[in-house]
């Protein structure tokens, strides 16, 4: 439950894709901190239930699909009106759709990069105005280790993250001297419902390519978005932390 005391106490926070998984695991870690926070999915119900189920009071469910620029727009006014000013955004909704390259579909690469890396840009450009306004803010995106590697059969996805490192880094150079900080989080993999599919064969040929030995969970993610996302992490900007187990060193 809040305490009153927490770091992130008096804050408003979106998170999206927070109804499930890692952005569950990171509206929850915000919520710990005394955030107030706003859970973002297509699913309405989904990101209501969420909500309702985070420590503290305060919080909201949205059902909105944040690859629609004027959906996004609405959401950030609805968080606005009913939570008040946005200080904290984390982009952490997104979706797979694997195939090998020359086997994908031009919608396949469109689904993953709309919904990976152009939300983004709909997201940021929604919340920054009030930030730059403030003079305070913090954006948090969730990458992948696969954007800083590859990873074969997974073009659009790998695409789409390595874009985001990009916008991270630009928006961080952009804003800092707005007093809005900026960085990334890489995950390696994580047990969620992305993941979900791994066979045990599949899980032992990763696990043995992880120097920690083992799968993360959201928790493992969502505890260093919290720091990022607090005055600990006041000097830090234009940063992508791997939270990996140590695959990408
Ligand atoms: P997940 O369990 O599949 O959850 C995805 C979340 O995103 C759900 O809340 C989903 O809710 C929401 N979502 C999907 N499309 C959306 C859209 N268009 N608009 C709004 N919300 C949307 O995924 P996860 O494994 O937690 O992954 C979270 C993030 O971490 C993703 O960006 C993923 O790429 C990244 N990541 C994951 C791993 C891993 O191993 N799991 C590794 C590296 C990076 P609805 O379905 O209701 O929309």
């Not at 930030?131 to 696969?146: E, P, W, Y």
Request: glycine residues 14%; hydrophobic residues 45%.
């Amino acid at each position: 439950m809040s305490t009153g005391t927490g770091e992130l106490e008096g804050a408003v926070a979106i998170v999206t894709g927070g109804s499930r998984g890692i952005g569950r695991a990171i509206a929850e870690a915000l919520a710990e901190g005394g955030a107030r926070v706003a859970v973002i999915a297509r699913n309405a119900e989904g990101a209501a239930a969420a909500a309702a189920e985070l420590p503290g009071e305060g919080h909201l469910g949205i059902g909105c699909d944040v690859s629609d620029g004027e959906a996004v727009v609405a959401m950030v006014r609805r968080v606005d009106e009913e939570l008040g000013p946005v200080g904290i955004l984390v982009n952490n909704a997104g979706i797979t759709r694997d195939n090998l390259l020359l086997r994908m579909k031009e919608e396949d690469w469109d689904a993953v990069l709309d919904v990976n890396l152009k939300a983004a840009f709909h997201t940021v450009k929604a919340v920054t105005k009030g930030m730059m306004r403030r003079r305070d803010g913090v954006i948090l995106n969730v990458t992948s280790v696969v954007g800083l590697m590859g990873n074969a059969g997974q073009a659009n996805y790998a695409a789409s993250k390595a874009g985001l490192v990009g916008l991270t880094k630009s928006v961080a150079r952009e804003l800092a001297p707005r007093g809005i900080r900026c960085n990334a989080v890489a995950p390696g993999y994580i047990r969620t419902d992305m993941t979900a599919d791994l066979g045990d064969a599949q899980t032992e040929a990763l696990q043995s390519g992880i120097p920690l030995q083992r799968l993360g969970d959201p928790e493992d993610i969502a505890g260093v978005v919290r720091f990022l996302a607090g005055p600990s992490a006041r000097y830090i900007t234009g940063q992508v932390l791997a939270v990996d187990g140590g695959m990408v060193m």
